[in-house]
């Protein structure tokens, strides 16, 4: 049966199980964010350079071009000599600001940090306004701990520019990390006005330099912090610890909160830890979580343990009769992907007591694809009767790509004695690309 989209009903499986994956990639984006603006490394100074004024002198954009193509090879040597000769060469140039941060960047990647700085406090003077007045400050941040010159570290986390102070944090931790932890803490008082980012960032420094004294602090945040993207950040960075001590906490988390994007953080933290209790917990929330959602998001990280969950997640579903976490269950099958757990799909699929589940069960079948799988539900479309089911059948051949599953829809649609199931076979082979279904289709239409 077709809904009112053209699409037929069986489509709607799996539906559930594509949310958690939503889902997972959201955690992973919030995990990522910081240090996503921490990185301000070589790929992203290269999308600087094409930031430049035209020169009118053919001469003088030849060799900034030869500059900026050094940069990007990472020839910083090439790089400082073409850009030296361009300052040089052509003074009144309206790309000299860009030139003398390319310059003093060139000399940062060599270790020659004084004179960077030296380049890059020329440029701040001579062009306080320009383009490129950030870039060379967050520069000077960088290097600040190796050209002695910690205090400019402070002076720019006074400043309003969040990208900046990102940096002269990062740069207070290298080169500081008691100070550091110490200011992190000051910005998450409940009294303090730090800009969100800010903070965010700063849980990351926690991970990445805190060491054994970031836990507590992240402890506190979780506890304490009203926002929820900071809480949700810090529960992700715990499960990045790699301290199993805070694995009786996440699991409180996940059972206890009221908050399902708390919850799912906790579940997502704890499936990063690799030992043994890690997994017995992600077991024990799969078989008795607080909710279906709970639930559903243990028995998907689980699956990213492979066989050796298997077994657990067979026990589960025998013993569970709740469709939503059974559907999971063989989502999760599917992802494990070995032998086993395939039959276990086959056996959902051939002879499972609910209707919607063997239908999940046989769209997951079409998804793994493979000779076997085909060879089943081929094998298993000629041995049903329920005409619901084949729908479901027809789908999953549509879904596998393979030859023989177009020419198996292709008989459904010249044969079988059921006109809806000959009507579905057509709308699929209708959506395929392969040249023997169009003209078949076309056959149909002369």
């Given at each position: ?12 499986q799996?539906?559930?199980s ?9 955690l ?20 600087k350079?094409n930031?430049?004024v035209?020169?009118q002198?053919a ?12 940069i ?6 090439e ?8 300052i ?8 000299l ?6 310059l ?9 940090f ?11 003077k001579?062009f306080p ?7 060379a400050?967050?520069l000077?941040?960088?290097?600040a701990?190796n ?10 986390l006074?400043?309003?520019d969040?990208?900046i102070?990102?940096?002269a944090?990062?740069?207070?931790f290298?080169?500081?990390p ?8 000051e910005m998450?008082k409940p009294?303090s006005?730090?800009?969100v980012?800010l ?9 990445r330099?805190g060491?054994?004294?970031s ?16 809480r949700v950040?810090a529960i992700?960075?715990l ?5 199993e001590?805070?694995?009786?906490l996440?699991?409180?988390?996940a ?28 077991v024990?929330l799969a078989?008795t979580g ?6 559903k998001n243990?028995?998907f ?11 657990e ?10 469709p ?14 070995t032998?086993r ?17 063997r ?5 997951w ?12 539900l081929?094998?298993t479309y000629?041995?049903?009767?329920d005409v ?21 829809m ?9 006109v809806e ?8 082979l209708g959506?395929s690309?392969?040249?023997e ?9 002369n």
């Open positions: 049966m077709l809904n009112k989209n053209n699409r037929p009903t069986s489509s709607r799996g539906r559930n594509l949310i958690v994956v939503a889902l997972v990639l959201t992973i984006l919030t995990n990522l964010f910081a240090a996503a603006v921490l990185d301000r490394g070589a790929a992203q100074e290269v999308d350079l930031r430049f035209q020169s002198n001469a003088a954009a030849q060799v900034f071009r030869e500059g900026r193509d050094f990007g090879d990472e020839e910083w040597a790089a400082e000599g073409k850009f030296r000769s361009f040089s060469s052509y003074p009144k140039d309206g790309n600001d860009a030139a003398l941060y390319w003093a960047f060139a000399l940062s990647k060599q270790e020659k004084k004179e960077a700085e030296k380049q890059l406090k020329r440029l701040l001579e306004r320009s383009n490129w007045a950030d870039d400050t967050a000077r941040v960088q290097i701990q050209v002695g010159n910690p205090e400019i570290i402070n002076q720019t006074n400043e309003d969040i990208e102070k990102i940096v944090l990062q740069s207070l290298e080169s500081n008691e100070r550091g932890l110490a200011y992190v803490a998450m009294t006005t730090a800009n980012r903070k965010e960032a700063g849980i990351e420094m926690l991970r330099f060491g054994k004294q836990v507590p602090m992240l402890l506190d945040i979780i506890r304490n912090q009203t926002d929820q993207k900071l950040t992700n960075t499960g990045r610890s790699g301290d001590s805070v694995l009786p996440l699991k409180e988390l059972t206890t909160s009221t908050d399902d994007e708390i919850s799912q953080a906790a579940i997502f933290a704890i499936s990063r830890f690799s030992g043994a209790g890690a997994q017995a917990m992600l024990d078989r607080k909710s279906i959602e709970v639930r243990a028995i990280w689980l699956s990213n343990s492979g066989e050796s969950v298997l077994d997640l067979l026990r589960i579903y025998d013993a569970d009769r709740t939503e976490v059974r559907k999971q269950i063989i989502f999760a099958l599917k992802r494990i992907g032998p757990a395939f039959n276990k799909l086959y056996e959902i699929a051939r002879s499972g007591d609910d209707m919607e589940v239908k999940d069960a046989f769209h079948i079409g998804q793994g694809g493979g000779a076997q799988a085909l060879d089943f081929i094998q000629d041995a049903e009767r619901e089911i084949k729908q479901q059948i027809i789908f999953a051949l549509s879904r596998t790509g393979d030859k023989r599953a177009v020419q198996k292709m008989d459904i649609a010249r044969r079988d004695p059921s199931l000959r009507k579905q076979a057509i709308f699929w959506k690309n392969d040249p279904a169009q003209k078949f289709i076309e056959g149909l239409l």
